[in-house]
């Protein structure tokens, strides 16, 4: 009872707070360089500029979390520059470990939309991390930058399938399965796999490989069969990376800038970033405390992964790159 009163007290606190920074919200929206409009951001300007977009944490379809990178949310940022005359540019900054393939490449492809149709130019600063689907975005760029310590690459494919089989034989479980298909329950941690369904998910891993390769190379432009050598799930650090072109050079978002403003032809070429407000910075620290305390608010299970790799799953976590 203590547990729920105490549970009550805290969502009323939480709901209090939230209104009130809603109106400093409000009140201070005017002064942003961005305005919203619903769930859409509206980029006003009359200036020469280039938007900033930030790719953080796991990349996945939907919207984008305090945590994570959400497809929708990119790609309507994206979508909203299409035809804009003032708006030049992107500048992105890649912090990521990778994420969902879907969502991966339809950022890839409407980047490179925005590149080959639009004329607009792209140009990437990369952090810590800029892996897998973090680098799989990172190459749709006209122009890569990293640090010397940024981990970077990881073009492969990994699947993980828990075989859990012995361990209910031990304690005499067993598992009835009703299915209607052959092989609705492939990668089942209740069996072992049969030698077709072997077969079947590695004529998936390679096909997925193959695009994110096509992908890469075509993004870099390069020879496919140069993107080929330095696949193969490696990773590398910015300066190695640089060695093997997966990347251009070193620098951060001031040698990003002076690259962007260049290739958009702009010498005083304005940065528009959406404001963080207290408003957000309230719910991106709520959100993590509620998240680590009563485990919702995430939109994976396996939050938590860090490996850079492209991971394939069944159910509802589907392809995945983490």
């Not at 310590?149 to 012995?166: A, F």
């Amino acid at each position: 009872m203590n547990t729920n009163r105490t549970i009550l007290l805290f969502i009323l606190i939480f709901t209090l707070a939230s209104t009130i920074l809603s109106m400093v919200h409000i009140a201070i929206q005017a002064k942003s360089k961005i305005t919203k409009t619903g769930n859409v951001n509206v980029f006003k300007n009359s200036l020469d500029s280039a938007i900033l977009l930030k790719v953080e944490g796991e990349i996945h379809s939907g919207k984008s979390t305090y945590q994570s990178t959400g497809a929708d949310t990119v790609l309507a940022k994206l979508r909203e520059i299409e035809d804009s005359n003032e708006i030049k540019g992107v500048l992105i900054e890649v912090n990521s470990p990778g994420g969902t393939v879907g969502a991966s490449q339809e950022i890839f492809e409407q980047l490179m939309y925005l590149r080959e149709k639009k004329n607009k130019k792209v140009v990437v600063s990369m952090k810590d991390l800029a892996a897998s689907g973090g680098y799989y975005i990172a190459s749709a760029a006209d122009y890569i930058y990293t640090e010397a310590g940024t981990i970077t690459g990881s073009i492969g494919v990994i699947t993980v399938s828990p075989n859990i089989s012995g361990l209910l034989k031990k304690h005499s479980i067993e598992m009835r399965v009703y299915k209607a298909g052959k092989y609705k329950d492939i990668l089942s941690m209740f069996k072992d796999s049969t030698e077709e369904e072997d077969s079947i998910i590695e004529g998936l891993l390679s096909d997925t490989y193959n695009r994110f390769i096509a992908d890469v190379a075509r993004g870099r432009k390069k020879k496919v069969s140069l993107i080929e050598k330095l696949a193969e799930g490696k990773i590398y650090s910015g300066e190695a990376a640089v060695k093997n072109k997966l990347v251009d050079e070193i620098g951060g978002r001031r040698e990003a800038m002076s690259k962007l403003s260049e290739l958009c032809g702009v010498s005083n070429l304005q940065l528009l970033e959406e404001d963080e407000s207290p408003f957000d910075r309230f719910f991106n620290i709520m959100g993590t405390k509620l998240s680590l305390a009563v485990g919702f608010g995430n939109t994976f299970s396996i939050k938590q992964l860090k490996s850079p790799i492209l991971l394939l799953m069944p159910g509802a976590l589907s392809l995945q790159e983490l």
